[in-house]
């Protein structure tokens, strides 16, 4: 008989079995799954993008809790097994716990690519050209990759909480605007001046000293009754006394208005001349400087200057038009696409809150002027209307609802009018009271931008108003 094999006969009654050392899986079949997990994170990116387009900045925010709660899951899982070190495995949920766990490595690794190409695109917003703030920046990159609802949610409760109470003691006198000692300069008066306009009637009484009425830019124009431009400023509701509207009287027999894009609203705008700034060798003539419309990313309307058609004319909005004759009109736009040869420039921005010389009638509750922060919050608005003269009135005020904006026009004369942009970051006024853009102030103080806006590039599209 053979003998047995020595390895076999190495076995000690009542010794311990060895143990046996774990199963690896192959370096080939690891790298396998990983490219197999790697792709189906991918594919949850773009599944992402594609059902939040253009949703790259709502997608990076829903991607830092995932990340969060990942990283927290991984310590208080290292915690768990240092505390059971020692105690025996359960086979049983070894496999699951695998599974989920390989689950939970694809979406954390989706939600890192979502996070990492956010954070580029939000780099690229910060470093391109602008003028604006870098919190102002960030929002509007909010706006424009998808969060645009978030933002308007936030800023809707900020309005909210910081919306002044009714009522309180009234104002001991108006912010100064225009000429307070105007002088006659008999050289500029005209053989056959007309009277100087009627000034708004205050709405509040006692009226303060000057409350409504009208006040030339500049020393040259002040003994004219036809002068291009006049401004004043009044308090337009009782409710709210401390809050005060200026107005803005541009006569276009004696005054050009001119429109300019922005470099970064409306898109394409940058590459046009003199993109967001007055041309200087126009400033010589400048009077005033006021803010464009809505950016077209937030509501879609068309935007034509210089021969070039940079947003499409949607029929049914309200349109700032200026014609090649000069004149200049807000009214409801039933032409096609593009203007005609006779039109000069034209700025679109919702429907007409002023129409027959009255306010729309769905103002408190249309959504066709809510888009961003509602119609109904009070906030920084600004607008523009013409009254029966063919004037162009421009109209701001703080606190102040759509309906409130549109009161304030109406109440100025105007038949027809427009809401043009909000918040105190974007509606801007600025009267030069010398030649050459000298002697820049603001129409209201309360404004947040500097009186010599638009003198260097800005982000937005804006109307500047030269004398003939």
Do not use: C
């Not at 008999?186 to 006040?215: C, D, F, M, N, Q």
């Not at 729309?360 to 003269?389: A, M």
Request: proline share 8%.
């Amino acid at each position: 008989m053979k003998a047995s094999h020595p390895a076999r006969l190495m076995v000690t009654v009542g010794a311990k079995p060895r143990a046996q050392p774990e199963r690896r899986e192959a370096p080939r079949r690891v790298r396998a799954r990983a490219r197999v997990e790697l792709a189906i994170a991918a594919a949850l990116l773009g599944l992402g993008l594609l059902v939040l387009r253009p949703g790259m900045a709502l997608l990076g925010v829903a991607a830092l809790p995932i990340v969060t709660l990942r990283l927290a899951g991984v310590a208080v899982g290292g915690m768990r097994r240092r505390s059971q070190v020692g105690l025996p495995p359960r086979r049983g949920r070894r496999a699951g716990v695998a599974r989920a766990r390989r689950a939970a490595d694809v979406v954390t690794a989706a939600a890192v690519m979502a996070i990492v190409l956010s954070l580029a695109s939000y780099g690229g917003a910060l470093g391109s050209r602008s003028n604006s703030s870098l919190g102002i920046r960030s929002v509007e990159w909010l706006r424009d990759n998808g969060a645009a609802w978030l933002v308007s949610d936030v800023e809707r409760l900020y309005y909210s909480i910081t919306a002044p109470a009714k009522g309180g003691p009234a104002l001991r006198q108006l912010p100064t605007v225009g000429l307070t000692s105007p002088r006659l300069v008999p050289t500029y008066r005209l053989p056959h001046s007309a009277a100087p306009p009627k000034g708004i009637a205050p709405v509040i009484a006692p009226a303060l000293p000057g409350e409504g009425a009208w006040r030339a830019t500049q020393d040259r124009f002040s003994s004219l009754g036809e002068a291009p431009l006049l401004v004043t400023t009044y308090r337009p509701d009782p409710t709210y006394p401390r809050v005060v509207a200026g107005v803005a009287r541009i006569n276009p027999r004696r005054a050009v208005v001119a429109l300019y894009p922005g470099i970064r609203v409306p898109p394409g705008g940058a590459s046009m001349q003199s993109a967001g700034e007055v041309p200087p060798p126009l400033r010589r003539r400048l009077l005033a400087t006021f803010n464009g419309g809505f950016n077209p990313a937030d509501y879609a309307g068309g935007f034509y200057t210089g021969g070039r058609l940079l947003e499409a004319m949607r029929p049914g909005l309200a349109t700032l038009v200026g014609t090649t004759s000069g004149r200049v009109d807000v009214r409801t736009w039933h032409g096609g696409s593009r203007p005609g040869r006779n039109i000069v420039f034209a700025r679109q921005n919702l429907p007409l809150i002023v129409a027959d010389g009255r306010p729309n009638p769905g103002l408190s509750g249309g959504r066709e002027w809510g888009t961003t922060v509602g119609n109904t919050t009070l906030v920084w608005r600004s607008g523009v209307g013409v009254d029966r003269h063919g004037n162009l009135l421009y109209a701001a005020a703080s606190y102040r609802t759509v309906q409130g904006l549109a009161d304030i026009l109406v109440h100025a004369g105007a038949i027809r009018a427009m809401e043009l942009d909000i918040n105190s970051y974007w509606v801007t006024f600025n009267v030069f009271g010398q030649r050459g853009a000298r002697s820049p102030s603001k129409l209201l103080g309360g404004m947040d931008r500097p009186a010599t806006r638009y003198l260097a590039p800005d982000d937005r599209d804006f109307f500047a108003v030269y004398a003939r």
